[in-house]
Nanobody
């Protein structure tokens, strides 16, 4: 069983940056692909980014490509989401997830974090 704990959310002005972290338990972190999803008020949870087990492959939603960067440090059992040039429409609860392979679909992941709030003001 994998437990995921997110941190780094908060309030930021438009154009600012935040870095989200997701720390995973267990000794097999490198066996899991990781993903980030977000859910804005009144909307469905949507894919943001994903990274392969080794970190060699990354994927981004069109809405964040060029602004967000996903990375992982397997030695620290942690995945990161660096968010730059934030926009008010990025406001959402952000969730990290772990699964057997990187996927853009929610049901492709087995384990989920509790979510962390990101609010971007204009």
């Amino acid at each position: 069983q994998v437990q995921l704990v997110e941190s780094g959310g908060g309030l930021v002005q438009a154009g600012g940056s935040l870095r989200l972290s997701c720390a995973a338990s267990g000794r097999t972190f490198s066996s899991y692909a990781m993903g980030w999803f977000r859910q804005a008020p009144g909307k469905e949870r949507e894919f943001v980014s994903a990274i392969s087990r080794s970190g060699g492959s990354t994927y981004y939603a069109v809405s964040v490509k060029g602004r967000f960067t996903i990375s992982r440090d397997n030695a620290r059992n942690t995945v990161y989401l660096q968010m730059n040039s934030l926009k008010p429409e990025d406001t959402a609860v952000y969730y990290c997830a772990a699964g057997p392979r990187s996927s853009t679909y929610l049901d492709g992941y087995e384990y989920w974090g509790q979510g962390t709030q990101v609010t971007v003001s204009s």
